[in-house]
């Protein structure tokens, strides 16, 4: 009996300590399972700009979700197929210039559409098309406008603040309402309400906070109960309906034949490899001044109204000069060399990727615009 007193006497207070312990084990899971799924749900969604399920500061993520508390039914399109599926008479089409919102059948899709159109920021062909009633003005101030016009949504509004933004004018004899000095556009044709505006900062979760900008976005954005909101983040090019491969039409002989030739050639590669002799220098016939050359490409590039070749070109060629100067290297990604050249130069981000990375020019006169604005910020660059 006393040798197995001191047993029943440990047993308890062990198994007392390890229920205690149990239930403090169990307190640390679920504190931390609390304070991950908190952390899950509040973080940043990223996405690109004018993204309306984006929470980053060119998102509109805020914007939608201020929207849908109004009653407002906004549809978030990822594809051009969803446009045309959700639209209707009854409906505003917002459709935010992005980098993958180009191209003429789309444009076309897009023109073909029932319902009002807010355009956000368009640029080139996509406010030829889809307002064919405006041309591009002289750029505004920054800071903050005040309406000066007869429309109800920019006077409810007030002063809002636009950074560098576009202006409009009026083709012809059009009837077009001009607001903020230009920079807000509307007209009615053939039933359709056609609205342009010429910055997207105002719409973006990092200026709804500025003046009247929130006031703006909702009054414009929020004028009917069904809105799709359309701010392509991938290329819209068409797909083959098809599901099977190039390589399944090639038969199997060709196949063989291919594989056999380039056998032959990598034989006859080494064969005739082992007799090469040393390099021999050779002189040039024809030395050809570096500016003739340029001038032949460039008078080339006019023949065959390769804007869009010409644009490249110079892009490719300030990159390569710039590159250095911030410290980046060729491989860099365009958003590391918008953010680097931005804050050495204190110049608007979207404009500085406008410049280097945004679409051809659409004329002669925008291809000779797009060059002077890249000798400028490369000249701002080497001076700073």
């Known amino acids: 009996m006393t040798a197995s007193s001191p047993s029943t006497a440990v047993g308890p207070g062990l198994a007392s300590r390890w229920r205690g312990l149990r239930w403090v084990l169990l307190a640390v899971v679920v504190v931390v399972a609390v304070a991950t799924l908190s952390a899950w749900l509040t973080a940043p969604r990223p996405g690109g700009p004018l993204d309306p399920a984006s929470t980053a500061s060119d998102g509109t993520h805020a914007l939608v979700t201020l929207l849908r508390e109004q009653g407002v039914t906004v549809i978030e399109a990822g594809d051009i197929e969803t446009v045309e599926r959700e639209a209707r008479p009854d409906t505003l089409l917002v459709a935010a210039q992005t980098y993958d919102l180009y191209g003429d059948d789309l ?106 900008n929130a006031a703006l976005a909702m009054n414009l954005a929020g004028n009917r109960p069904r809105v799709i909101w359309y701010a392509p983040q991938h ?44 390099l021999v220098a050779e002189r040039m016939p024809v030395v050809v001044r570096a500016s003739e050359t340029v001038e032949g490409r460039g008078r080339m590039y006019r023949s065959r109204r390769a804007r869009d070749r010409a644009a490249d070109a110079l892009r ?33 981000p979207r404009s500085v990727a406008h410049t280097l990375y945004g679409q051809p020019p659409a004329t002669d006169a925008d291809l000779v615009s797009l060059a002077h604005s890249l000798d400028d910020i490369e000249r701002q660059v080497a001076s700073s």
């Open 316 to 348: 490719t060629s300030t990159l390569q000069r710039m590159l250095p100067r911030i410290g980046l290297g060729p491989a860099a990604p365009p958003t590391a060399v918008v953010e680097a050249v931005a804050q050495r130069c204190g110049l608007d």
């Open 107 to 212: 444009m076309r899709r897009l023109a073909d559409l029932p319902g009002d159109l807010l355009l956000v920021d368009p640029l080139g062909t996509t406010r030829e098309v889809l307002a064919p009633r405006l041309r591009r003005g002289d750029p505004t101030d920054y800071g903050g406008i005040d309406p000066g016009c007869d429309l109800r949504e920019a006077n409810r509004a007030g002063t809002v603040r636009f950074d560098g933004a576009d202006s409009y004018e009026a083709v012809g004899d059009a009837p077009v309402t001009l607001c903020y000095d230009g920079v807000l556009a509307r007209y009615t044709e053939d039933g359709r309400t056609v609205t342009a505006v010429g910055n997207a900062h105002f719409l973006m979760n990092e200026g709804l906070l500025q003046e009247g």
């Open 235 to 278: 290329s819209q090019g068409g797909e083959t309906g098809g599901g099977g491969r190039i390589g399944d039409l090639i038969p199997t002989q060709v196949k063989w034949l291919v594989w056999q030739l380039i056998l032959t050639v990598a034989l006859l590669a080494v064969w005739k490899g082992r007799r090469i002799g040393p």
